[in-house]
């Protein structure tokens, strides 16, 4: 399986403002995806990150509030934009498993917004 | 929309005793997964079942997916304390981009000593 990584680990930030979280996959991989896990709760996809192409977001998630870049098949960033407590969630990124089906999940983003 | 329902959302049980969390489909799925998160950190992937009636077991843990493909059972046998965390069944958006997938709402174990 893949080895995933997420920067930064965990930050406390003021409403208003925005963070960009970084996602490094060790391997080249095809899909990526970013999940958010709100406190006690099940994981929500955002969007689907697709290399040279514009992010497939779900119903609920709009590009303005969670742009996300996906540059190269090893790299992707979310950012969060113009916070609000109600942001405050694990961000998740996940990479597809072979055959595509399964998903590996990095270390998560712990996200406080005050 | 697809949904896929997960219980119970919490269990405790005492070491040694068995485990049983049960998830449900609206829909038929094309295969169905389990994860487990452990208190403060992510959801790993703990296996995968494809086949109609199919069961695998993976030492002290048996997942079973049902004849009609809409509902997945993951039991442990003697829990340990190692089992603590939250399980997720999830299953794929029907229909849509390979990858893409619903999760339960999980069911938390807890396991006393």
């Known amino acids: 399986s893949a080895v995933i990584s997420q920067k930064p680990s965990r930050d406390i930030c003021q409403r208003g403002t925005s963070l960009t979280i970084q996602c490094q996959v060790d391997?080249?991989?095809?899909?990526m995806f970013w999940y958010r896990q709100q406190p006690g709760q099940s994981l929500t996809l955002i969007a689907t990150?697709?290399?040279?192409?514009?992010?497939?977001?779900e119903s609920g998630f709009v590009i303005d509030k969670f742009p996300i870049s996906r540059p190269n098949l090893t790299f992707s960033t979310l950012t969060v934009s113009n916070m609000s407590p109600e942001d405050s969630s694990i961000y998740l990124c996940?990479?597809?498993?072979?055959?595509?089906?399964?998903?590996?999940f990095g270390p998560g983003t712990r996200l406080l917004v005050l | 929309g697809q949904q896929v329902m997960q219980i119970p959302q919490y269990q405790h049980v005492q070491e040694g005793e068995d485990f049983t969390t049960y998830c449900n489909s609206s829909?038929?799925?094309?295969?169905i997964q389990w994860y487990k998160q452990r208190p403060g950190g992510h959801p790993v992937f703990l296996i995968q079942?494809?086949?109609?009636?199919e069961v695998k077991k993976q030492k002290r843990l048996t997942f079973q997916f049902g004849e009609a493909k809409k509902n997945s059972s993951l039991h442990i046998t003697a829990t340990q304390t190692t089992d603590v965390g939250t399980y997720f069944c999830?299953?794929?958006?029907?229909?849509?981009?390979?990858?893409?997938?619903?999760f339960g709402r999980g069911t938390q174990l807890t396991v006393w000593p």
């Open positions: 391997s080249q991989v095809t899909m």
């Open positions: 990150a697709n290399q040279g192409s514009e992010a497939t977001y």
């Open positions: 829909t038929t799925l094309s295969n």
């Open positions: 079942l494809v086949k109609s009636g």
């Open positions: 999830a299953g794929p958006n029907r229909g849509s981009t390979l990858g893409r997938l619903y």
């Open positions: 996940s990479v597809a498993g072979e055959g595509g089906e399964t998903q590996y």
